[in-house]
């Protein structure tokens, strides 16, 4: 859920793949693969639906798994792309980054939550005051808080995504340089992230414990357990450097995989709103260890196939205005519609309401895009590296960063 860094394709030094068709690219305009900025737009629409408890909308928090394994396949490539072109990840430039990119927008809405609490503090039934709750999404330990001491933030909750995000982008880039710089090829790094996905699914399905009510469980907080969907997307941007693994993507499986993982996506999430066999999808560890983790499979088939080669559904995710709202507007809504929410709520009835409160969360997200992010986005730019204005022969990826 971040904007954008323009980075180059990762390539390994090897003989190119087969030749494909100018129909058959992966659509790129002004160093973008536009249909993952619509798989983005789509991907925050589910999540907000899911919060205003719309009819039919329960399963769109499967799209949080979505941006789990889109920011694992951006960032990761990113870093990889670094490395490849100046022989070393630096680790100081990169987290800068990530705070010049996220938390401008975090501090304004905290700011403003924290001034309003004594409107919002309530909504999501709140355990702790404006000044916890702050303090909580500042530092990025809505999860612990979710996972260990069982508190929720109220307005401050979605924050939990955020926190599993960055606590993996402190412990990943390092493991990774540290695995590159003992020349282990980046298959092999693969493999091991794979494993690290299967230890991942098998931890939530073991620890699993049935939680009161409609809760869900702490595993699904856990930075261990449900880290199967970030480690997913790592493992296909280490796998698409492979030439094998490219060529493959560009042809016939590519456009297979994105239309199967598209719909493995919508048909997860609609379960998920009719509720598993017998019981909600919180009752089983069985949602957990493997219909979630599921999700990222098919979120990684999407997005593999979409950034491989063109076909008619990264076309219709590339519709201009949809990749224009996922690009700049999706963080941002993340972060002030649960604000918004329980501003406006208490006054707009109906599924009209509905609809106006998402608009309303969308217009102020993008105010709050042009007032706060793209300053610090500027400043951002200062600190990526001189290689990656360098043209290539290839299309460009951009990652989100």
Not at 220 to 246: D, I, K, Q
Not at 283 to 300: E, M
Not at 330 to 345: K, N, P, R
């Amino acid at each position: 859920m971040a904007t954008t860094t323009p980075i180059k394709p990762v390539t390994a030094p090897t003989r190119p793949a087969r030749d494909i068709s100018e129909h058959d690219k992966a659509p790129a305009k002004g160093g973008r693969v536009l249909p993952l900025d619509g798989l983005r737009a789509l991907a925050i629409l589910g999540v907000v639906l899911y919060h205003l408890h719309v009819p039919g909308m329960k399963g769109g928090f499967v799209g949080v798994n979505v941006f789990f394994v889109l920011s694992g396949y951006l960032i990761t490539s990113l870093l990889l792309e670094e490395h490849r072109r100046e022989a070393t990840i630096r680790l100081g430039r990169f987290w800068v980054r990530r705070i010049l990119r996220l938390y401008p927008s975090l501090v304004a809405v905290v700011v403003v939550a924290a001034a309003l609490w004594f409107l919002v503090g309530d909504y999501g039934y709140s355990d702790v005051g404006a000044g916890s709750g702050a303090l909580i999404a500042l530092t990025y330990t809505g999860n612990f808080m979710r996972a260990f001491a069982h508190v929720s933030q109220g307005v401050f909750a979605p924050g939990w995504s955020l926190a599993m995000e960055e606590q993996f982008y402190l412990i990943w880039p390092p493991i990774l340089l540290l695995l590159l710089s003992k020349g282990l090829r980046r298959k092999v790094i693969a493999w091991i992230g794979a494993a690290a996905v299967i230890a991942s699914c098998v931890f939530s399905a073991v620890l699993y414990d049935t939680p009161s009510g409609i809760a869900t469980p702490d595993i699904y907080f856990s930075p261990v357990s449900n880290v199967a969907p970030l480690m997913m997307g790592c493992v296909l941007a280490l796998a698409l450097t492979h030439e094998r693994a490219r060529t493959f993507f560009a042809g016939w499986f590519g456009a297979v995989a994105s239309w199967v993982g598209f719909v493995g996506v919508v048909t997860i999430a609609a379960m998920m709103n009719d509720g598993l066999p017998g019981e909600g999808w919180q009752q089983t560890a069985t949602t957990f260890g493997f219909t979630l983790p599921l999700v990222g499979l098919a979120s990684a088939l999407l997005i593999g196939g979409m950034v491989s080669r063109r076909s008619p559904l990264s076309i219709a995710l590339s519709w201009k205005p949809m990749a224009w709202f996922g690009r700049n507007v999706s963080y941002s809504l993340y972060l002030w519609h649960m604000v918004v929410i329980a501003l406006v709520e208490p006054y707009v009835h109906g599924l009209w309401g509905k609809f106006a409160l998402v608009v309303a969360a969308s217009l102020v997200a993008i105010g709050s895009h042009f007032a706060v992010e793209k300053p610090f986005l500027k400043i951002k730019k200062r600190f990526e590296p001189a290689s990656w204005s360098q043209p290539v022969k290839r299309e460009a990826v951009t990652a989100d960063a």
